[in-house]
């Protein structure tokens, strides 16, 4: 799991990363896509992070409380205005036989700077070590570098979440530093890897 993507959208001044946009739709090996996360899927989100509470809560700060419909609906909203804008493109990855399904959610998060997104992700319990991860960030990063304007990508995880880490390892990503931060979830060490893939 690296750091993303029920928490709420960058700040409505952030500038946009691209004059560019991703596709809506993403084809994936073994019958997942990534599709561009709208309003209808909201609940469906909702309770795939519920489900998964105990799963996302070591690693992801947002996951402390169950998020309430009322709040999945607004960061829904929050999610689709920022992907219009151009500052963050949020997705779902769901079963291809089961339309509407959500296991994981991924991002490009424009949150690191001028002609960078970073890549976040987390993938169902139920869904991990089927190498969904792997090539949804694959697919991520080539896309992210197509982008006009966009030089790099980055994905963040802690020393400690080693699921997380082989990601962006197998995809051939550099570990460009590690940072020490403050924890603020329970497995967080505090200290930060930093991956990078330029264009």
């Given at each position: 799991?690296?750091?993303t993507t029920?928490?709420?959208?960058?700040?409505?001044e952030?500038?946009?990363v691209?004059?560019?946009?991703p596709?809506?739709?993403?084809?994936?090996?073994?019958?997942?896509s990534?599709?561009?996360r709208?309003?209808a899927?909201?609940?469906?989100?909702?309770?795939?992070?519920?489900?998964?509470?105990?799963?996302?809560?070591?690693?992801m700060?947002?996951?402390?409380?169950?998020?309430?419909?009322e709040?999945?609906r607004?960061?829904?909203?929050?999610?689709?205005?920022?992907?219009d804008?151009?500052?963050?493109?949020?997705?779902?990855?769901g079963?291809?036989d089961?339309?509407g399904?959500?296991?994981?959610?991924?991002?490009?998060?424009?949150?690191?700077g001028?002609?960078a997104?970073e890549?976040?992700?987390?993938?169902?319990a139920?869904?991990?070590?089927?190498?969904?991860?792997?090539?949804?960030?694959a697919?991520l990063?080539?896309?992210?570098?197509?982008?006009?304007g966009?030089?790099?990508?980055?994905?963040?995880?802690?020393?400690?979440?080693?699921?997380?880490?082989?990601?962006?390892?197998?995809?051939?990503?550099?570990?460009?530093?590690?940072?020490?931060?403050?924890?603020?979830?329970?497995?967080e060490?505090?200290?930060?890897?930093?991956?990078?893939?330029?264009?």
């Open positions: 799991m690296s750091e029920h928490e709420p959208a960058p700040a409505p952030a500038a946009p691209t004059t560019g946009r596709p809506e739709l993403i084809a994936l090996p073994g019958g997942v990534l599709r561009r709208g309003l899927d909201a609940d469906p989100l909702n309770a795939a992070v519920v489900a998964n509470l105990d799963h996302l809560r070591p690693w700060a947002w996951a402390a409380e169950a998020p309430t419909p709040l999945s607004e960061l829904a909203q929050a999610g689709v205005t920022a992907w804008e151009g500052t963050d493109f949020m997705y779902l990855v079963l291809d089961r339309p399904s959500v296991v994981g959610a991924f991002g490009l998060h424009g949150r690191i001028p002609g997104l890549i976040g992700y987390w993938v169902s139920d869904h991990t070590r089927r190498g969904i991860a792997t090539a949804a960030a697919r990063t080539e896309v992210a570098l197509a982008l006009p966009v030089t790099r990508v980055e994905i963040h995880c802690d020393e400690g979440n080693q699921p997380s880490a082989a990601v962006p390892e197998r995809l051939g990503y550099r570990l460009d530093r590690t940072i020490d931060y403050t924890p603020t979830a329970p497995a060490t505090g200290r930060k890897l930093i991956w990078v893939r330029t264009a």
